[in-house]
């Protein structure tokens, strides 16, 4: 007579599967000189975690929701709930770990919905960034770190915040939030929240911010005759970099560190375009370049000035993604500044090139509305330049254009190409879901990121 295997006595076994066996964690048989090998015996020796019969441990075997919570509460000590009163619809209050999901399910560690915990399901790289934020209490943390996890995901505040606290990494810049959790990847992360001497080396973003201000770890910097760091708790204004640091000895006129610039802050650097060689003539420049420095005071200009024009580049819309410098160079000349009030396209390349200014490369050709955002004390009809164009616009992992032909977007992770409307563009915005494009028109249209 055949017997029905429930979804419950599986889960059974996946929990068993994770408590220890005797067995020292250096003696399983899969796990010499592998990766996680510290990690894994550091919690085998704190009987937190085990392996299978037959001496192995299946690193690379996905973890379910029932083992990462018995091994939560193993390691967080967490005594059991003694009277639970949750009712889940696919485990049995008489099973003997009943009450490990109830625990964890009450300390608001693993949620369920619809009265199922799904304890044979397997555990998401985000599902368990979640749970070990909500399980040692990590903040919650908004600065963009990994290229793949955007604003909109619905974990993105907690993979950032279990990044920042160097519990878990990535690989090329990308988390794969979607991806299976291994049993040695979760072995590696629990053990680095309990434990700050495993945890990973200095914290590391992926991805810029950019703006007229940016905040970043509890500092805000701008441009107010020159670069500026305010301490968001205290108030404190603090000069980094003075116009005077970067004074120019050819006689030409340097225009940088202007406040109605972007600057762009990349981990602990600070990057702030410049325009140089304005022609009084004409007030159009015929050199671009970069100011980077870092985010402390530091004495002189020094090396700052890592980037200059490259071969006549106008160098606009500069962005630093994945450890590399984005910017834009037109193709043709620049008559458009004769009528500003008539948008032309420009052919644009799309460049990269290494933080250190090497390794070039050309991204991708495409047609952009020559088109700036004018400086605020500007009165004459005179229209200066400042190096971001109106009609490009980056966000995260994702360039967004337009032109005579429509608005587009362009993502950096698969270099694929999307066209969103037919509109004549004159100005873009994003929130954390939106793009919001102004166009010619003046109205406002928004399309879901």
Not at 44 to 56: L, M, W
Not at 327 to 350: G, H, M, V
Request: proline content about 4%.
């Amino acid at each position: 007579m055949k017997r029905k295997i429930t979804a419950s006595f599986i889960a059974l076994l996946l929990i068993v599967a994770a408590m220890p066996f005797q067995a020292h964690a250096t003696e399983f048989t899969d796990m010499n000189g592998h990766w996680a090998q510290k990690e894994i015996k550091y919690l085998y020796e704190r009987n937190i975690i085990g392996g299978y019969p037959g001496g192995t441990f299946k690193p690379n075997e996905p973890i379910t929701r029932a083992q990462a919570s018995a091994m939560l509460i193993k390691a967080l000590k967490i005594p059991l709930v003694e009277n639970p009163k949750v009712v889940f619809k696919d485990v049995s209050k008489k099973s003997s770990y009943y009450k490990i999901l109830a625990t964890v399910n009450e300390k608001g560690i693993l949620r369920g919905d619809n009265g199922l915990i799904r304890p044979g399901e397997k555990t998401s790289r985000a599902q368990m960034a979640a749970i070990l934020r909500r399980s040692f209490d990590i903040p919650f943390d908004k600065q963009p770190t990994f290229v793949d996890v955007v604003p909109a995901h619905w974990a993105y505040a907690d993979i950032n915040g279990i990044a920042k606290q160097r519990i878990a990494g990535g690989s090329e810049g990308k988390y794969m939030p979607s991806q299976s959790v291994t049993r040695a990847q979760f072995s590696a992360f629990l053990a680095r929240a309990l434990d700050d001497s495993m945890k990973l080396g200095k914290y590391h973003s992926y991805v810029s911010q950019k703006g007229k201000t940016v905040e970043q770890n509890g500092f805000s910097y701008s441009i107010n005759n020159g670069l500026m760091k305010k301490d968001l708790k205290t108030g404190k204004d603090e000069m980094i970099l003075s116009k005077q640091d970067f004074e120019s000895n050819d006689g030409l006129w340097i225009s940088y560190m202007e406040d109605w610039f972007d600057l762009i802050v990349y981990n602990d650097e600070v990057f702030i375009p410049y325009l140089s060689a304005i022609s009084q003539a004409s007030d159009l420049p015929s050199k671009y370049g970069v100011i980077r420095t870092q985010t402390q005071r530091i004495t002189g200009a020094g090396d700052s000035l890592i980037m200059a024009s490259l071969s006549g580049e106008t160098m606009r819309n500069l962005f630093i993604w994945n450890d590399r410098i984005f910017y834009t160079n037109e193709a043709t000349k620049r008559d458009y500044y004769l009528t500003p009030n008539i948008p032309k396209d420009s052919k644009l390349t799309l460049n990269s090139v290494a933080m250190d200014g090497s390794d070039r490369k050309k991204e991708r050709d495409f047609d952009g509305r020559i088109l700036f955002y004018q400086d605020p004390t500007e009165k004459t009809f005179i229209l200066k330049e400042n190096q971001n164009n109106a009609s490009v616009l980056f966000d995260h992992s994702t360039m967004y254009y337009f032109n005579k032909t429509g608005v587009y977007k362009y993502s950096l992770l698969d270099k694929k190409v999307s066209k969103l409307s037919s509109i004549q563009g004159k100005h873009m915005s994003v929130t954390d879901t939106q793009l919001i494009v102004t166009g010619q028109d003046g109205k406002k249209y928004t399309f879901k990121k």
